[in-house]
């Protein structure tokens, strides 16, 4: 019979782990050098107004051999850049630009200290110091050096800002926008097909009306694996082509997935169209919790030339200690209508929105009547819409953004006496 | 923040943190409290804003303030919630954007579930009084309507903007709304007086250049007899144009030191939770403390930048000159004399550096520049600031004239005062 754990045992294990932590310490600091890797090969390309910027990110393998340190572990992801300033004007980047939280060469090394002797981490420190990218470019100069950014999973996307020095305001700087593959990641969406998933007679083109119509048509919720159970509704559509949409999200700050699809997730998954979700994201109030979700399934039809795709969002409320990798026994916001408001808004800040319309479902679900989902979690819809989003490839400010008028909501919730 | 809660509390729990606990206890004999603002019903605290037929009415009500409004200890819970009233005096709708004041705030539902045991396949509870005290989005025209916003939590002064859209608006309104509860260093800090009429002095560029390339280059004990961390910042403004660019910067304000502050500091610093407003040891320069201490926190107590600043007598433009220091805290370490302190990152210039890329992307800054004063100290012969940590630098002050109304980036100035050498000629 296993006997519980002993004091005793806990307190031996507290000494071995001293005595191993101690040994460590004595390590000398090792590395690999940049070029045993085709971090550089790899490397994205960007042209830009006198600056030739190539950027590439080490996955966490890597980075562990490339630093000697787990950086990943750590939640820290080194971003190798290299600038070249073809101008006449001295240049700044802007390294907070990348991640406003970036982290320094020496807190880095700091944060790893333990792992080496007194001189190991002095070795480190000067490592990482010498290859920190510098942020200042004299003309015709090129530098390149890693920065080290809060670690996401998936398709690394960022910003970068680049300033000439002196220039008048007008042409003062330069923005780049990259998204990066990383090794050792393969999101859901790669495993989908998205050509083969309709043939070409099952697709129909609309225009704006048309896509009105269509969409009044699209039931309201998805099912369970068999179709025995109503889901949750749908609330979102996105009028876009898949790598604007999957720019946006990512630009919005939403996570991709990688769920592996076998019995156990078919079996708890949304289904539309008869399929499990194309795509799921996911994004958390901080890097430990990620309790939004936002399933995407491609739809059969085309609206003026671009792919429709509809959304389901869900927001995990309450206690949620076995959140794991999948929604099951979560308890998610009952108000479907919240989540939907949400990603209008998410969007909208992004600047990756051009269009936006309320479309009417005819039936709303109040909050004294509510349904169930597949899992027989409650949900209701104070009000009958949903919200149809057009995605712009190019950022679009937010001033800019024009409403289709098609159907006029009120308030979007009751109006309070 | 979630983190696995035994493996994070176990080694820290040693000694230490016990001695640590009894010095900080010593400390709370310490300064009396400062003037605080009264509590009561928030209503009575009311901002109110007016633009493009637009009226928008915020209010922030305290800890104490939020559990009486909705019997819930939500500030415990990091959640503030905010009230706001949005009257439409235009012609067509308009549409309130809440991610705008908080990108990740709270669905009223979420809050009404809070600590009720909803796990497993119990229902959430759908409470009527948490919706009906929420906002809508939708505000048609010539209507009026209010309710709370439920936003990450921020003590001290509250900064967050409303936006609302509709055809052809795009309308922004800051708010910068103090919160009752926190004793607020520089609540208590005559300005006014800090020096007298005949020691103010104004001075053209030239001169202030030469003057504050005198002021001395570090700061000092109570006694002034050793020397640490670099003054490597110069700002030009008024009080309220500092505190606006840093609140508007994400920069949290800082608890003067007292018996109440003296326990938070400690429970944040076993639980490695967060304290954004733990009060930070004086350093001295004219003699004194800092007038004025911010902190921006990351992760937890431990990763944190501060910033110190003493107002000069010297003004530019009729603006005061402050003196100031940055260091950022990259972690905890164990010293014979105060037992914890916080390590620095030894390249000064670094954190400097991020400071402006902070304030200028908050739109805080009007111009920028450097002058000398420090003098550089090359990084294999490091100095030392007063709890020993090493420091190396270019030796450059950073010049920032903060700017309270926000100013794009395009249109940031450069003073021509100095220029550090690594920039003027960098080396690839």
Redesign the interface.
């Known amino acids: 019979m296993i006997q519980p754990p002993q004091r005793t045992y806990s307190l031996c294990l507290l000494v071995i782990l001293a005595a191993l932590l101690t040994a460590c310490s004595s390590a000398p600091y090792r590395y690999e050098p940049l070029e045993r890797f085709d971090v550089v090969q790899r490397a994205v390309t960007q042209e830009q107004g006198g600056f030739v910027v190539r950027a590439s990110v080490p996955g966490e393998q890597e980075a562990e051999d490339l630093f000697g340190i787990p950086l990943y572990k750590r939640k820290i992801q080194p971003i190798w850049l290299e600038i070249t300033n073809v101008g006449d004007d001295r240049a700044r980047v802007v390294l907070s630009s990348i991640d406003r939280e970036y982290f320094s060469p020496l807190e880095v090394a700091y944060m790893h200290k333990s792992n080496f002797s007194k001189q190991g981490w002095m070795d480190m420190e000067d490592r990482l110091h010498a290859d920190a990218l510098p942020r200042h470019i004299g003309p015709g100069q090129s530098v390149s050096g890693f920065v080290f950014t809060h670690a996401s999973k998936g398709t690394k996307a960022f910003n970068l800002d680049i300033y000439r020095i002196g220039k008048e305001a007008a042409e003062s700087y330069e923005q780049f926008t990259f998204f990066i593959e990383v090794p050792g990641f393969v999101p859901d969406h790669r495993d989908v097909n998205f050509r083969q998933l309709y043939s070409a007679d099952e697709i129909r083109d609309v225009d704006k009306d048309g896509l009105r119509a269509v969409l009044a048509e699209v039931p309201c919720c998805t099912s369970s694996q068999d179709g025995a159970a109503h889901g949750r509704p749908v609330q979102v559509f996105f009028v876009a082509e898949g790598q604007d949409l999957l720019r946006a999200l990512l630009r919005a700050g939403w996570n991709e997935t990688s769920y592996e699809r076998d019995k156990d997730y078919l079996a708890g998954a949304d289904y539309f169209f008869g399929r499990p979700p194309d795509a799921i994201f996911r994004k958390g109030r901080d890097r430990s919790t990620e309790r939004a979700e936002l399933a995407l399934w491609l739809a059969p039809v085309r609206a003026d030339g671009q792919p429709l795709w509809v959304g389901q969002f869900k927001n995990a409320i309450g206690r949620t200690f076995a959140i794991g990798e999948l929604f099951l026994g979560v308890t998610l916001d009952p108000d479907t209508n919240d989540g939907r408001n949400y990603i209008l808004q998410d969007m909208w800040y992004a600047q990756a929105m051009r269009h936006w319309a309320w479309s009417e479902t005819g039936h709303a679900v109040p909050k004294d009547a509510p349904q169930q989902d597949i899992h027989g979690n409650p949900w209701f819809s104070a009000d009958a819409y949903r919200v149809v989003i057009w995605i712009s490839g190019e950022p679009v400010a937010m001033a800019d953004v024009t409403p289709v008028n098609w159907d006029r909501p009120g308030a979007l919730r009751e109006v309070k006496e | 923040?979630?983190?696995s809660v035994l493996a994070m509390r176990l080694p820290r729990l040693s000694f230490p943190v016990l001695a640590s606990l009894l010095l900080l206890a010593a400390c709370a004999a310490g300064p009396e409290p400062v003037n605080q603002i009264p509590e009561g019903d928030y209503r009575e605290r009311i901002q109110v804003q007016e633009a493009a037929g637009l009226r928008v009415s915020a209010a922030v009500p305290s800890a104490r303030e939020s559990e009486e409004l909705f019997g819930k200890p939500l500030y415990k819970k990091g959640i503030q919630p905010v009230w706001l009233k949005i009257e439409n005096n235009r012609q067509k709708?308009i549409t309130f954007?809440?991610?705008?004041l908080d990108?990740?705030y709270y669905?009223?539902?979420?809050v009404a579930?809070?600590d009720?045991?909803?796990?497993?396949?119990?229902?959430?509870l759908?409470n009527?009084f948490f919706?009906?005290q929420?906002i809508?989005?939708?505000?048609?025209p010539n209507e009026e309507?209010s309710?709370f916003v439920f936003s990450?939590l921020d003590e001290g002064t509250k900064a967050f903007n409303v936006?609302v859209?509709g055809?052809d608006?795009?309308q922004t309104f800051t708010f910068f709304i103090p919160v009752p509860g926190l004793n607020i260093d520089h609540y208590s800090v005559d300005w006014r007086n800090l020096y007298s009429e005949d020691q103010w002095v104004e001075l053209g560029a030239e001169r202030l250049v030469e003057e504050i390339e005198q002021y001395a280059c570090c700061v000092t004990d109570k006694n002034g007899e050793n020397t640490g961390d670099p003054l490597n910042l110069i700002l030009i403004g008024m009080p309220i144009d500092i505190y606006t660019a840093f609140i508007r910067a994400d920069w949290d304000e800082t608890e003067a030191i007292n018996r109440g502050s003296a326990w938070k500091t400690f429970k944040s610093f076993v639980s490695g939770g967060e304290y954004r407003y733990s009060p930070v040891s004086s350093l001295y320069v004219f003699g004194r403390p800092q007038d004025i201490a911010f902190q921006k926190a990351?992760e937890n107590i431990h990763?944190r930048n501060h910033l110190r600043l003493w107002m000069s007598r010297v003004t530019y433009q009729g603006l005061p000159v402050w003196i100031g220091q940055i260091s950022?805290d990259?972690?905890v370490r164990f010293t014979a004399k105060t037992i914890t302190t916080h390590?620095i990152?030894?390249?000064v210039d670094?954190?400097r550096?991020?400071l402006l890329?902070?304030l200028?992307?908050a739109q805080s800054l009007k111009a920028v520049g450097y002058v000398g004063g420090v003098g550089a100290v090359p990084?294999d012969q490091p100095r030392g600031n007063l709890t020993g940590d090493p420091w190396f630098t270019d030796g450059y002050r950073l010049v920032l004239w903060v700017s309270s109304r926000p100013t794009p980036?395009?249109?940031l100035e450069?003073l021509q005062w100095r220029q550090p050498r690594?920039?003027?000629?960098?080396?690839?």
Not at chain 2, 107 to 110: F, G, N, V
Not at chain 2, 422 to 428: A, F, I, R
Request: hydrophobic letters at 30%; a negative charge.
């Open positions: 923040m979630r983190r709708s954007l809440p991610v705008g990108p990740q669905s009223p539902l979420e579930n809070l009720e045991d909803v796990s497993g396949t119990s229902r959430p759908v009527q919706i009906d929420s809508s989005l939708v505000i048609p309507l309710g990450k936006d859209v055809e608006l795009f990351r990763e950022r990259i972690g390590k990152d030894p390249d670094e954190t550096e991020f890329e902070n200028a992307y990084k980036i395009s249109d450069f690594d920039q003027e000629h960098p080396t690839p």
